[in-house]
């Protein structure tokens, strides 16, 4: 078995992280460095680190004299984020799926189970998963640029899922579409697949529209 060592820097960063995709820090929230140290028990080094990750994954912003505070969730940047994947994701996982090795269909299929087990409660490790699950669906095209992009795209799209999931009902309707999207992309039916993605991406964005046209009212 594989022992996984954490640097300082890398727990600070998860459980920062956590706070932020899960709501718990709202956007514009200040991060109070002095403060979040002494409560993590950490020098300033691997917190600096840490919040300088975060920044990268634009999960935070950085001001001169004022520091680090939470990136806020706008209607923008949800459009912006969807219509990357939606441009990118669906097709090149219908032509991975026509490539995918027996390897790959096992890593598919450990996710969407991985996915599954993390339903409930548990929203940063939903977030994640669902993350991993989506990637796991382009990476056997061997294209190293284009999977960088969905997972990078996955990664910002984050916070939005977690806020997606949280109305009742949500979660089910989830777990049914990836399931559907698991079973098309294991039968390399290209033609389906792109539908199914494409409608599964989609239909999250409107939501997310709703929700923020509900929140501005």
Not at 91 to 115: C, G, M, P, Q, R
Request: charged share 25%; aromatic share 4%; net charge negative.
């Amino acid at each position: 078995m594989a022992i996984v060592v954490r640097t300082l820097s890398e727990q600070v960063f998860e459980i920062v992280r956590e706070q932020i995709v899960t709501g718990k820090l709202v956007g514009n929230t200040p991060i109070r460095q002095d403060a979040l140290a002494t409560e993590l028990g950490v020098s300033k080094i691997p917190l600096r680190e840490a919040l300088a990750r975060l920044e990268q994954e634009g999960l935070l912003t950085s001001h001169a004299n004022r520091g680090y505070a939470v990136r806020p969730m706008s209607a923008h940047e949800a459009d912006d984020i969807f219509a990357l994947r939606l441009s990118i994701e669906p097709n090149a996982a219908a032509y991975a799926s026509t490539v995918a090795t027996a390897s790959d269909h096992e890593i598919a299929k450990v996710a969407f189970e991985e996915l599954d087990s993390a339903a409930g409660e548990r929203l940063a490790e939903v977030a994640i998963a669902n993350r991993v699950f989506h990637t796991a669906l382009v990476r056997p095209g061997r294209r190293l640029l284009t999977t960088q992009t969905v997972e990078r795209l996955a990664i910002l799209a984050e916070r939005y899922v977690v806020a997606h999931l949280q109305p009742a009902g949500r979660e089910d309707r989830a777990h049914l579409e990836h399931r559907e999207l698991l079973d098309t992309w294991l039968a390399r039916d290209e033609a389906r697949l792109t539908t199914l993605l494409a409608s599964h991406i989609g239909s999250t964005l409107l939501d997310l529209r709703g929700q923020f046209e509900s929140s501005s009212d």
